[in-house]
């Protein structure tokens, strides 16, 4: 207890220095809670982006080998109707596991008015499921403004009308039809898509402007088209679909959901693979977008740990000057090095656990103050604003807590190590305290 | 020097004109006579080891054609039709014909603008490259450039028998001036224009020149002169 | 003998220069002995203090501590050889300024496990009174004299109960007649407690007052 109490008191013989470290430790700690608020926010985004907006769910299944392949040759790749109803046995086994799955097929074409056209690439979808996708908790929690409100509130148009398509507002202009939709007159809304079908034949569907989306990125905002999963199919004459998506209860079952899957379908003798959202071909986007924002996070960490470390071995090196004569003292009467470190090491945490309190308080506000003044921004690559969230979570948290502990106890370490070793005479006879 | 001048611009025009009546006469044998033609269309493909067929009833006049797809069942009843240098696209499930691109792969290596007559001499701006003699015939060989780009190839290098006026071999460039495609022609048809039989085109082969396994050979089956209704080009009777 | 001292030797390295401060010195000290070490500056006194506290280590020789050899033992042992076993007083007192006069007192005795906080209690108390000081218990050493301060030193060396006390020079920085108080003070605890006490000074007042005089020049006993 007697070490507590003197380090304590330590702490106030230069109250100036022990509140400047402490801003230091303080500051760093509300920067590092506030990059993992940033990055964690990120996180849980593109997670339920690329899961439910992106339809790839949180498994995917596709024929072997089939993710790039599919697009150079669609015939060879496609999940036939057999093999689908393979499937459909399998994932009735792991109903319990499952929350629903979505069929989807994607293809390339043209989008024609009569007057205009312009390439697209599509995404089919199972009307029901896009609608489910698009109203889901996880979306309406993480993503709220990555998705317009009228693709939300109509996404149940594709069930009541599977000839509609929604396109974006890039698209819609370079065909000449600018949203809303509703202004055209049924002739108007007329469009055709124009594609090749598997067997390499022109081919062409009827459909009508309907709905408007937006896909989040600049560069694919010109191409996008979303088109029910009949319509596409009988654009490219197939029954067939390009993968299955699997949308879980439980995200963290990912992994034994997976592991179940590829062993079910080995017994089944279907050459599928699976993957997760997170693999880093299906999920490149998030793999990588994620892998970037991580680095960018682990430069600022270290140059935070960096100014902290600095900051601890500074201070705690200025007070084991002043302080030669008093530790000699200390080692003379019998103190050994292991309580002279355990010392300024108590000295240093006393001071640490008060500045990240601190720093937690002030982060949590200007986490807060951040949330409120509902700060929009336009990321690179990215079409339209989304809203600066900042989230923090306990255990992330404590977790830096801990980190920034560590930092400090190494620091003092480093600074006191030398001292330790040094002749008691020669300390006895500095001069200072 | 001006005589030079008026001797070689005489030159040049005489080339130029002989060009252009050596390119009018092959197009008579590739569709390009009389008041209709019509005749059986089909193309056998092979490509990336795969083969296909596809069957079409042609009928043309003029710039115009019609060509109706016959085969395989799952094509049945698809219409393709052509005015002057524009094409159309239409099945009965589509409301409304779609425009398309007469460079558009139709199958295999043969395009959409290849199923119909050819009036090079109406599209093409000819010159004439050199002469060539291939199995102790003369050949005329053509560099032809389109005069615009809607048309199926921008540059074609074609080579016309100087005997038979027949083009037996055209060479399809793209813009850098490479052949991606190459056609060989047969002749073993015949129709009658103004009274007199003709021969006519019985056979197009055409192989990809980068993968020469890759080849589509379309085959002219019983073309006969026809008096064709021009209602029958009219898009707009396509619409449901 | 409570010290043995035996062909002590220790070299220093000012620089390039190599400083002999002791030359093959030996020396004992029997328990309860009140002894003074006496020389010139530079003849090595402090150096011999340093290496029978266990301060720093000889370059040869040995320094037998109550029967132990303090040569071969490591820096933690050392440690408690001088927590149990010595008390020290310095010429500068070097108090913890932000520790009272009770807990300055107590500070060798926190190490020990085999002590209880009752016993400390006491015998801090015990310390702290036997210098005259029990009523300055809760006070800080910023506010007492410089005379009060040497005092709470020599409690704070007493309160482990050792067998030696080591003083540099413990009236240096003190006035004639507080010198003579502290001196006193030390005659008392050598007489009432047993304690052997070796000093160094230049005191004359302290030296003529001692039991026995080690007269020490260029790192040898004369």
């Given at each position: 207890m007697w070490s507590w109490i003197l380090a304590y008191r330590n702490l106030g013989r230069n109250k100036r220095r022990s509140l400047a470290t402490g801003l230091a430790i303080g500051a760093g700690f509300v920067g590092l809670l506030l990059i993992s608020a940033y990055l964690y926010r990120a996180q849980l985004a593109l997670q339920a982006s690329t899961v439910y907006l992106n339809n790839k769910g949180h498994l995917a299944l596709f024929k072997k080998d089939s993710i790039f392949e599919f697009t150079y040759r669609p015939s060879r790749y496609i999940i036939t109707l057999d093999?689908?109803?393979?499937?459909?046995?399998?994932?009735?086994?792991?109903?319990?596991?499952?929350e629903f799955t979505g069929r989807y097929l994607t293809g390339t074409g043209l989008i024609n008015n009569q007057t205009k056209s312009t390439p697209f690439i599509a995404t089919a979808v199972e009307p029901e499921v896009y609608n489910r996708t698009l109203n889901h908790s996880e979306v309406n929690t993480w993503t709220p403004d990555w998705v317009f409100p009228e693709t939300v509130a109509h996404a149940g148009k594709f069930i009541e009308n599977p000839k509609l398509v929604s396109i974006t507002e890039s698209m819609a202009i370079l065909i000449g039809k600018e949203p809303p939709f509703s202004k055209y007159n049924e002739d108007e809304r007329n469009i055709q898509l124009i594609g090749k079908t598997f067997y390499g034949d022109l081919n062409a569907v009827d459909s009508e402007l309907g709905l408007r989306h937006t896909t989040g990125m600049a560069l694919a905002e010109d191409t996008s088209l979303v088109v029910s999963l009949s319509q596409l199919q009988a654009l490219y004459a197939t029954d067939g679909i390009q993968y299955w998506a699997i949308f879980l209860k439980d995200a963290s079952n990912i992994k034994r959901v997976q592991k179940e899957l590829q062993k079910k379908i080995k017994e089944k003798n279907i050459n599928i693979d699976v993957y997760p959202y997170y693999d880093d071909e299906w999920g490149a986007y998030y793999v990588g977008s994620l892998g970037f924002l991580f680095v960018i996070a682990c430069f600022f960490v270290v140059l935070i740990c960096g100014a902290v470390v600095l900051s601890v071995v500074n201070t705690t090196t200025l007070g084991i000057f002043e302080r030669h004569k008093e530790i000699g003292t200390l080692r003379a009467t019998g103190f050994p090095p292991r309580a002279i470190y355990s010392l300024f090491w108590k000295e240093n945490l006393i001071l640490s656990l008060i500045a990240l309190s601190a720093g937690y308080i002030c982060a949590e506000w200007i986490a807060s103050a951040v949330n409120a003044a509902n700060i929009k921004f336009q990321p690179p690559g990215t079409q339209g604003d989304i809203r600066f969230v900042l989230i923090t979570k306990i255990q992330i948290t404590l977790a830096l807590g801990f980190i920034v502990l560590l930092i400090n106890f190494i620091s003092t370490m480093i600074a006191v190590r030398r001292t330790t070793k040094a002749n008691i005479v020669n300390l006895l006879s500095a001069s200072g305290g | 020097m001006k005589t030079l001048l008026l001797f070689l611009i005489a030159t040049f025009t005489l080339r130029a004109e002989t060009a252009l009546d050596l390119l009018k006469e092959s197009d008579r044998a590739r569709g390009a006579v009389g008041d209709g033609l019509s005749w059986n269309l089909t193309i056998d493909t092979?490509?990336?080891?795969?083969?296909?067929?596809?069957?079409?009833?042609?009928?043309?006049?003029?710039?115009?054609?019609?060509?109706?797809?016959?085969?395989?069942?799952?094509?049945?009843?698809?219409?393709?039709?052509?005015?002057?240098?524009?094409?159309?696209?239409?099945?009965?499930?589509?409301?409304?014909?779609?425009?398309?691109?007469?460079?558009?792969?139709?199958?295999?290596?043969?395009?959409?603008?290849?199923?119909?007559?050819?009036?090079?001499?109406?599209?093409?701006?000819?010159?004439?490259?050199?002469?060539?003699?291939?199995?102790?015939?003369?050949?005329?060989?053509?560099?032809?450039?389109?005069?615009?780009?809607?048309?199926?190839?921008?540059?074609i290098r074609y080579w016309i028998s100087a005997k038979t006026k027949l083009a037996m071999k055209a060479e399809f460039l793209n813009l850098q001036g490479k052949a991606f495609k190459i056609g060989e022609l047969s002749y073993k048809n015949s129709v009658k224009d103004e009274g007199k039989s003709i021969p006519f085109v019985s056979e197009l082969k055409i192989t990809d020149a980068k993968f020469p396994k890759n080849v589509s050979i379309i085959r002219y089956k019983n073309p006969k002169a026809e008096k064709v209704s021009t209602s029958i080009f009219n898009v707009n009777n396509l619409s449901r | 003998m409570i010290v043995e001292v035996?062909?002590?030797?220790?070299?220093?390295?000012?620089?390039?220069?190599?400083?002999?401060?002791?030359?093959?010195?030996?020396?004992?000290?029997?328990?309860?002995?009140?002894t003074a070490l006496i020389g010139a500056s530079g003849s090595g006194k402090s150096t011999l203090l340093n290496l029978i506290g266990c301060l720093d280590r000889p370059d040869q020789g040995e320094v037998v501590i109550a029967g132990q050899n303090t040569s071969t033992l490591t820096e933690d042992q050392l440690s408690e050889i001088r927590n149990l076993r010595i008390g020290y007083i310095f010429q500068a007192f070097n108090l913890v300024p932000v520790l009272s006069v009770f807990e300055n007192v107590e500070l060798p005795l926190v190490l020990r496990a085999d002590v209880t906080p009752a016993q400390r209690k006491e015998r801090v108390l015990r310390a702290l009174d036997d210098v005259g000081l029990s009523t300055f218990v809760n006070h800080w050493p910023n506010k007492l004299s410089g005379g009060q301060r040497q005092r709470v030193a020599i409690a704070r060396a007493l309160v482990t109960e050792p067998s030696l006390i080591l003083a540099d020079e413990p009236t240096a920085n003190l006035d004639s007649k507080t010198a003579h108080m502290i001196i006193d003070l030390l005659l008392e605890m050598n007489k009432k407690r047993n304690v052997t006490f070796l000093f160094c000074s230049h005191d004359e007042k302290l030296i003529n007052r001692v039991q026995k005089i080690i007269r020490i020049s260029d790192g040898k006993l004369i």
């Open positions: 093999e689908q109803n393979k499937i459909a046995e399998i994932l009735k086994d792991l109903d319990a596991d499952i | 092979e490509e990336d080891g795969e083969a296909s067929a596809r069957e079409f009833d042609v009928k043309v006049k003029d710039a115009d054609a019609y060509v109706e797809a016959t085969g395989p069942a799952r094509n049945k009843g698809e219409v393709y039709i052509f005015n002057d240098r524009n094409m159309w696209f239409y099945k009965p499930t589509l409301k409304k014909p779609v425009a398309i691109s007469a460079r558009q792969k139709l199958t295999g290596q043969a395009a959409n603008g290849d199923i119909a007559s050819t009036n090079y001499s109406r599209d093409y701006e000819p010159t004439i490259e050199k002469t060539e003699e291939i199995n102790k015939e003369k050949f005329f060989v053509l560099m032809l450039k389109a005069k615009t780009n809607t048309l199926t190839y921008d540059k | 035996k062909n002590l030797y220790k070299t220093y390295e000012l620089g390039e220069t190599k400083i002999e401060a002791l030359r093959g010195l030996n020396l004992s000290l029997a328990a309860g002995e009140f």
